[in-house]
């Protein structure tokens, strides 16, 4: 029912900045709240934002607020994940996600997923 291909990972230093698309298929798929989540390796999908379906609302988990921003284009089906001031710690492999009413951090409750971009933050 609905497709999301992640795109936007790379190798940036830290300080840098980079920006993550998400790019839904499907019929419903502009009326889904959206999120990202990441993965490092040997550690649990971590929650790092969520948007609702019109955009009006917005999530954060507590380590990127301030330097991260989640918004979305509904014409081009397409979510965003701005980064900005980049750590070492960010790196991973984002995914974002969508159920269809969901847009809490746990990970289980979205039936939806991309493949994955890999970000790695270098010192």
């Known amino acids: 029912q609905v497709q999301l291909v992640e795109s936007g990972g790379g190798l940036v230093q830290a300080g840098d900045s980079l920006r993550l698309s998400c790019q839904a298929s499907g019929r419903t798929s502009s009326r889904y709240p959206m999120a990202w989540f990441r993965q490092a390796p040997g550690k649990e999908r971590e929650f790092v934002a969520s948007?609702?379906?019109?955009?009006?609302?917005?999530v954060y988990t507590d380590s990127v607020k301030g330097r991260f921003t989640i918004s979305r284009d509904n014409a081009k089906n397409t979510v965003y994940l701005q980064m900005n001031s980049l750590k070492p710690e960010d790196s991973a492999v984002y995914y974002c996600?969508?159920?269809?009413?969901?847009?809490?951090?746990?990970?289980?409750?979205?039936?939806?997923w991309g493949q994955g971009t890999q970000v790695t933050v270098s010192s």
């Open positions: 948007i609702t379906s019109s955009g009006s609302k917005t």
């Open positions: 996600a969508a159920d269809g009413i969901y847009m809490g951090r746990d990970a289980n409750k979205y039936d939806y």
